[in-house]
């Protein structure tokens, strides 16, 4: 492979100088190349093989028991001033994160190799995409990118001698959670990230290109870098209409993009199409549309809870090719994790390395356990997964998971609103969640751990998005979790989704009706298709209900929220609290 990029080279021999490894091998992509590092990775046990025959092309992976899951306390963003990262981000001084990090870093590959990963997040050459780099030791990581991003020769070509690209590095270094740090320097286009072996912290054109720094760029260029699933829905008459929806974890998103339509709407001709199950990029086109494409190529998604029943698309991508991290190794080379399909094994080997029986209280697997798989494996993926001007988005939504306040859906007043909805979007704390459990937390448009600048600069570029657009999507809002007295569930959830999915496009093309309220407008029970759905009666006006003094109560948490972003707070947040007040009033 010939280099002709010398900053490139130029940067690599820099941090070559800084982590001493043994050799440099630059990744070229090739299935080759695959099969190589794989069989290297079982030989010092960093992989396991699975079953070929049942699993083909699959293998599995422990992190260190202390490492499984995002450190955000240990994440930063690294700006010259610190108004810049804004009151929801950890802050440090260039200057000080590159000392630190050098520290950590120095000598941290020795007696190992570097790998150099040229990738495109998004389709290589689309106006869409980026370009990074990234160093790392880790042969786990090398095979992921292989999925989650497009690699190797095609990318550099691309790059050519002297393209934009992000600087990523990475080392396991010892994995003490000590020494671990993830750096993002969004005024140097850098990311560093030391100590661990995580995905989430070491896969870098993940949440660190595509979101922390994507977000810097985007405001600084006109696009927007968001943690939304995209997911396209052809209706009867083959008309495709597609939205991009962000929600906080642990309500859904992986489940929604690549949902099954009921047998209700099934019959009527609908199919949904899986663009993308948690970044989206979108872009103002020349035809004053916002269009979006999503910037990996594979899924990376938790395994407990992912079954047959909840996801069958997701259960038919993983039989192959895919990397399975810290679930139950069963005695036959398969896998299995709780919640799981049946039969629950009888016994097999924990994601600690420890022989496990069932009926003890100790979990098979890590409830952040993984599979990384390709996303063209996936029955329900879109033939535009490379096109390089992506989708156009008819609606965006925004949801949460709130046991009494929001109803099932309604629809902002106009673009500026349905920012202010984004901007105070929240969920409640569930058990597996740190923290009180029931506790409302604030996560504007699920971008709280992810937005790499100042928040109020963030909501200010999404009301200056809408400005932009000749026809800005419509904005929603959805709740799939509202409970009853008894604290159980009033919808049913998974396929059924579609229904209000179906009167969000209808609404966007103007063909269904709707009741106006004082926070948007809610669809009344006619407006929606319960064809086939047997809900004790009551129910859908229970799930549509507004309760205006529970609102009035939650306008006092939206005050005390955006308290924290001062004067730099856009004046059009506090109109729109202002308008609902009155609403409400």
Same mark, same amino acid.
């Given at each position: 492979m010939i280099i002709k990029h010398k900053k490139l080279l130029s940067w690599v021999k820099e941090m070559a100088a800084l982590c001493k490894?043994? %050799? *440099?091998?630059? *990744?070229?992509? #090739?299935?080759? =190349? %695959? !099969? !190589? @590092?794989? /069989? =290297?990775?079982?030989? #010092?046990?960093? @992989? *396991? +093989? @699975?079953? /070929? +025959? %049942?699993?083909?092309g699959c293998v599995y992976h422990r992190t260190s028991p202390t490492d499984v899951a995002r450190t955000e306390h240990l994440t930063f963003i690294c700006t010259k001033k610190k108004s810049d990262a804004g009151p929801t981000n950890n802050w440090m001084s260039p200057k000080e994160a590159f000392e630190k990090g050098r520290q950590l870093f120095k000598n941290s590959m020795v007696g190992r190799t570097m790998y150099v990963i040229p990738f495109s997040m998004g389709p290589v050459g689309s106006a869409f995409s980026k370009i990074g780099i990234e160093l790392t030791d880790s042969i786990y990581v090398v095979l992921n990118m292989r999925i989650m991003t497009r690699i190797g020769s095609a990318v550099l070509e691309r790059l050519g001698k002297d393209g934009e690209f992000t600087k990523g590095l990475h080392s396991k270094a010892d994995l003490d959670p000590n020494r671990r740090l993830i750096l993002h320097f969004p005024e140097e286009n850098t990311i560093w990230s030391v100590g661990s072996g995580y995905g989430g912290n070491v896969l870098l054109g993940k949440k660190c290109l595509s979101l922390r720094l994507g977000s810097f760029l985007g405001n600084k260029e006109g696009w927007l870098a968001e943690h939304m699933l995209i997911m396209g829905i052809e209706d009867p008459s083959g008309y495709i209409g597609y939205i991009a929806a962000a929600f906080p974890s642990a309500c859904g998103k992986t489940n929604l993009a690549m949902l099954i339509p009921p047998e209700g709407l099934k019959k009527k001709g609908y199919r949904i199409w899986t663009v993308g199950d948690d970044i989206a990029w979108m872009r103002i086109d020349t035809d004053g549309q916002l269009w979006a494409v999503n910037p990996e190529a594979g899924f990376f998604g938790v395994a407990p809870g992912t079954n047959s029943k909840t996801n069958p698309n997701m259960m038919a991508a993983i039989r192959s090719n895919t990397i399975y991290t810290n679930v139950l190794l069963k005695m036959d080379k398969t896998v299995w994790w709780e919640g799981g399909d049946p039969p629950v094994p009888d016994e097999g080997i924990d994601w600690q390395g420890r022989p496990w029986r069932p009926g003890t209280d100790v979990l098979s697997s890590h409830p952040n356990s993984r599979f990384t798989v390709p996303a063209r494996q996936c029955p329900s993926i879109t033939n535009r997964m490379e096109h390089h001007h992506g989708v156009p988005i008819s609606a965006i939504i925004f949801g949460g998971r709130r046991a009494r306040l929001a109803p099932l859906v309604y629809e902002a007043f106009t673009w500026r609103h349905g920012v202010y909805m984004g901007a105070t979007m929240a969920s409640e704390r569930t058990a597996a969640q740190y923290g009180k459990q029931g506790e409302v937390r604030r996560d504007p448009m699920a971008m709280l751990p992810f937005c790499g600048y100042n928040m109020a600069d963030y909501f200010k570029h999404w009301l200056q998005m809408g400005k932009r657009m000749a026809r800005p999507p419509k904005v929603f809002h959805v709740n799939w979790f509202r409970t009853d007295e008894n604290g159980d569930y009033l919808w049913p959830g998974f396929g059924e989704n579609l229904r209000v999915l179906e009167w969000v496009i209808d609404r966007c093309r103007a063909g269904v009706g709707a009741a106006e309220s004082p926070i948007g407008y809610v669809p009344r029970v006619e407006d929606l298709d319960l064809n086939g759905l047997n809900l004790p009666n009551g129910t859908m006006d229970k799930l549509l209900e507004i309760n205006k003094i529970e609102w009035k109560e939650e306008l006092k948490d939206h005050r005390e929220f955006f308290k924290m972003f001062g004067k730099r707070l856009p004046k059009e947040i506090w109109d729109e609290y202002r308008a609902l007040e009155k609403r409400l009033a």
């Open positions: 490894p043994d %050799k *440099i091998v630059w *990744i070229d992509g #090739t299935e080759e =190349e %695959k !099969r !190589r @590092l794989e /069989q =290297e990775a079982f030989r #010092t046990g960093e @992989l *396991i +093989e @699975l079953n /070929q +025959e %049942k699993l083909p």
